[in-house]
């Protein structure tokens, strides 16, 4: 399976393109600060010009936000899978958070005719109910919203940014995003520029995500 960077890369890659056909020709772009800055190209051009356009990029953005954060999900789940069916295996904080989250236990047998089974045999099935259950919420999943968010990540101990820019736009992008492909609603309209700050904020908020899932993993090596 691809790694964190790989994931990440890719969601660079897929947010650039789409920004580069549907929004990049309405704005001027400058660095401020190590900052990018978006300004209007012509402050006097009518919504009407740009707003399928932004409504392409909003939508188009979240679905790769959305792929790129379940990608990450099942990628942790198989980190702790494979570091528990190795030779040694070994327990981490992803494994914990599934437990944790899902309250599943183990019985252990009463008849002494059985043959014995080990504590690791038990936590492998125990594994086996966890993957099985967390995939089918991953797949079930329908947004990037906190509350999507932290359905997908808390059980394989990501915790969410507390940066109040990244909130902000994550549920300006979530906002927009749903409107735009549910209701087509005459919400008021954001701009060019606007779209840009809230997915590169987005973006950003899920460099923090890549960041955080690259320790869970190393931590199941």
Not at 88 to 97: D, E, G, T, V, Y
Not at 181 to 188: D, K, T, V
Request: proline share 4%; with cysteine.
């Amino acid at each position: 399976m691809p790694n964190p960077d790989d994931l990440f890369t890719e969601l660079e890659t897929q947010t650039t393109r789409v920004e580069e056909k549907f929004v990049r020709s309405y704005v001027e772009v400058s660095n401020v600060a190590g900052r990018r800055k978006y300004a209007p190209l012509d402050p006097t051009m009518d919504q009407a010009e740009y707003d399928l356009d932004v409504r392409a990029y909003c939508v188009i953005s979240h679905a790769a936000i959305e792929h790129f954060v379940e990608r990450i999900a099942i990628e942790l789940l198989e980190a702790v899978k494979s570091a528990w069916n190795q030779k040694n295996p070994k327990a981490s904080h992803i494994l914990q958070a599934l437990i944790a989250f899902y309250g599943i236990t183990f019985d252990v047998e009463r008849d002494k005719n059985l043959s014995t089974t080990t504590y690791g045999d038990h936590i492998r099935g125990v594994l086996d109910k966890l993957s099985t259950r967390f995939s089918n919420d991953v797949n079930r999943n329908h947004g990037v919203s906190i509350e999507y968010l932290r359905k997908l990540l808390y059980p394989v101990a990501i915790d969410i940014t507390t940066d109040p820019d990244q909130l902000s736009s994550l549920a300006q992008l979530t906002k927009h995003r749903g409107k735009y492909a549910h209701e087509f609603a005459a919400i008021r309209p954001i701009t060019p520029e606007e779209a840009l700050e809230i997915v590169t904020d987005c973006v950003k908020l899920c460099r923090d995500i890549r960041d955080k899932a690259k320790d869970k993993i190393a931590e199941c090596a």
